[in-house]
């Protein structure tokens, strides 16, 4: 009985624990566990694979609907996170705090500031024209001797320069004796004969020595007629002269001309009585100050310049004619004063088209929108713009490629694709936004229906070497005027180009040659094509561009002569070459600041 009453108590407390123990999961369950709400689907295992796609985390613009392997590199597909916030305009590209953190996303926000565009002038140091002086023979004759030697010399008004033996001069010594002796009886004959002299430029105290001494001199001096410094001697001893002809070239140097190249398009900022501050390469650490005198009427046919001028003192002589110096022009854009100014970082182009990532407002993370806008001038750093913003909206800055590359893979409206969605891929290429299914077939190596009728139209649109040697001329032009979006236009002509050249009718070392540099081309004349508005960029991909070029343009005829043309100093002294067609040399690595910088290697016929 005892052992029976002790069974019993020890089953009702174990009943006891389980029940509470059972009571406990039902309050857990009911508090904890969500709601379904209205039509909700209740099969979890459908919840996390309905509606998502599967992309790559090594190729991100590989989407599919459903999981698997990766059809490029094999890896397994992961689910791609989306924003389905329909708060956000659907238009725009969302990020996360985090995301933006690391793609180092700045923003700005927009507003007015007083418009100075700086235009940067490369020029010299010349002699002012005014003060140039030819130093002629006055009488004809032989150089008996020559008191300056040599190129540079400083000399003063007056000094003798040559000695002159004349026997016209000997004559009109006679001349002037035998009417010296007579000027009593027949004074204007001795008047003319003491003009003749001084005609000859023959100076008074000269004169009167030959009337003094009474007998003839055998040569004569040249003196000179102004002060500076030679800079040239055209006459040896022992030449032949004739009257005017020059025996010294001189140059007053007390003042001298400062000569800038303005490009054309610079000119319309550049005016009379501006203020340009520069520096000499020879005097580091010293700024200069000058207002500008004048501003050449014409443009150089060749150069495609025009000069501007201003004027300096240069009594201590620091100033030498032939200086390279670099100049400033600060210029009020008076036109421009109440539009808005951006940063040149915040700015995309593509062709003709200028677009900016517009932060939207009333968000809490960084949402961002496309946006095309007007530019006018560029300010150094920043751009003018004259519409598509408002002063205070806030605009990316910092991590704009980031934020427009982000957009392409999720369809978005971008700098390549304005109306977003699927961008159109190319025969055998998958690109960023193309959500394919499990069977599509458009992989790569794989022909689709149509695609032979594409080969048959490419196949009219092809292109020869001397087409893509056109197109790569353009932009080498267009480098050597630091103009990155017209390099930017080239480059892609040239891409294109190289995607529809005939092949047809090649020889196997025409053949061989051009497979060898034909996706190594293509790959820098897209960086050239995406890169607009980073020139150092650009020319970085122009210098490993040359190199393909010039292999074609050895294995083919282009049809033209061309001239290989290096630069010592770019590539931090390693060197570069380039191709032109004409034997004037025009830098495409240097541009504007070192135009003429550079030689002729080889001729290529």
């Not at 001795?190 to 055998?218: F, M």
């Not at 043309?565 to 830098?587: C, H, Q, T, V, Y």
Request: aromatic share 8%; hydrophobic share 40%.
């Amino acid at each position: 009985m005892k052992k029976l009453r002790e069974f019993k108590i020890i089953s009702n407390k174990y009943l006891k624990y389980s029940l509470l123990l059972i009571l406990g999961i039902f309050l857990g369950w009911l508090f904890f566990h969500p709601s379904p709400k209205n039509g909700e689907n209740h099969d979890h295992s459908s919840e996390v694979v309905q509606g998502t796609i599967w992309t790559c985390s090594m190729h991100p613009q590989i989407r599919l609907e459903e999981p698997g392997k990766c059809p490029i590199c094999g890896m397994d597909l992961i689910p791609l996170v989306q924003n389905n916030s329909v708060a956000i305009d659907p238009d725009a590209i969302h990020l996360t705090a985090e995301a933006a953190q690391l793609a180092n996303v700045l923003t700005t926000v927009v507003s007015r500031e007083k418009p100075v565009k700086e235009i940067r002038l490369y020029g010299k140091v010349q002699a002012d024209e005014r003060l140039l002086q030819s130093q002629v023979a006055h009488v004809p004759g032989r150089i008996e001797r020559l008191a300056v030697n040599f190129t540079g010399e400083s000399v003063v008004k007056g000094q003798v320069l040559a000695q002159v033996y004349s026997p016209e001069l000997v004559t009109a010594q006679q001349e002037l004796l035998e009417a010296a002796s007579t000027k009593d009886v027949q004074p204007a004959i001795y008047e003319a004969a003491r003009e003749k002299l001084h005609q000859w430029k023959l100076t008074e105290s000269q004169i009167t020595a030959i009337e003094t001494s009474g007998s003839v001199q055998n040569t004569v001096d040249i003196r000179s007629n102004s002060g500076g410094i030679v800079t040239s001697r055209r006459v040896n001893t022992g030449d032949y002269v004739s009257q005017g002809t020059v025996l010294f070239d001189i140059a007053d140097l007390s003042r001298v001309w400062v000569m800038f190249d303005a490009y054309e398009s610079d000119l319309q900022f550049i005016r009379k009585g501006e203020k340009i501050s520069f520096t000499l390469q020879s005097l580091p650490g010293e700024n200069f100050s000058a207002s500008i005198v004048f501003v050449d009427p014409v443009i150089d046919p060749v150069t495609r310049v025009a000069k501007v001028r201003v004027e300096m003192a240069n009594q201590s002589g620091r100033f030498k004619p032939e200086m390279f110096t670099t100049g400033i022009v600060s210029s009020n854009l008076v036109k421009y004063r109440d539009n808005l100014v951006i940063p040149k970082s915040a700015v995309l182009w593509t062709g003709k088209r200028s677009i900016v990532y517009v932060k939207q407002p009333d968000t809490d993370e960084p949402v961002f929108k496309i946006r095309e806008i007007g530019l006018g001038p560029m300010l150094g750093e920043s751009y003018v713009v004259t519409d598509g913003l408002t002063e205070g909206e806030e605009i990316v800055t910092s991590g704009t490629f980031s934020v427009d590359a982000a957009a392409q893979l999720e369809g978005r409206p971008s700098m390549m694709n304005p109306r977003g969605g699927k961008t159109s891929s190319m025969p055998g290429m998958i690109m960023p936004g193309d959500t394919l299914k499990a069977d599509d077939k458009s992989m790569p190596g794989m022909d689709m229906p149509g695609d032979q009728a594409k080969k048959e139209s490419s196949a009219k649109n092809a292109v020869s070497v001397k087409e893509i040697v056109g197109y790569y001329l353009q932009l080498k032009n267009a480098l050597v005027k630091d103009n990155s979006n017209d390099a930017a236009d080239a480059g892609k002509a040239l891409e294109a180009a190289f995607k529809n050249f005939d092949k047809t009718a090649l020889t196997e070392v025409q053949k061989r040659t051009y497979e060898d540099v034909e996706a190594d081309a293509q790959e820098h004349a897209e960086h050239i094509g995406a890169n607009g508005g980073n020139i150092e960029h650009q020319r970085e991909h122009f210098e490993l561009l040359s190199k393909d070029i010039y292999d074609l343009v050895k294995a083919f005829s282009s049809g033209q002569v061309l001239y290989k043309d290096f630069d010592p100093m770019f590539n931090n002294g390693k060197g570069a070459f380039w191709l032109s067609e004409s034997k004037e040399i025009r830098n495409p690595y240097m541009g504007k600041a070192m135009l003429t910088s550079g030689s002729i290697k080889e001729e290529i016929k």
